[in-house]
């Protein structure tokens, strides 16, 4: 068939291309740069700015929109 001869030509090609490459180590890591970590910590928020933008009922409690997945 055509397309089994075609196929089998572009694996002989293939297969000569890949002997012109050099063998390497293996290498997972572009950089030595491996398992860098940053320590964790947060920014200190304001209660009383978020607070302040918050829409407030009389009792002070915060209004918020009820989540469009939660069922009614």
């Known amino acids: 068939m055509k397309i089994e001869k075609e196929a089998e030509k572009i694996l002989e090609k293939f297969s000569k291309a ?41 009792e002070g409690n915060v209004i918020a929109e009820k989540g469009k997945w939660v069922n009614k």
């Not at 890949?18 to 304001?46: A, C, M, S």
């Open 18 to 58: 890949l002997e012109d490459i050099p063998e390497f180590e293996e290498t997972h890591y572009i950089v030595d740069n491996i398992n860098l970590t940053r320590p964790d910590h947060g920014k200190d928020k304001d209660t009383q700015k978020i607070l302040r933008n918050a829409e407030v009922d009389k």
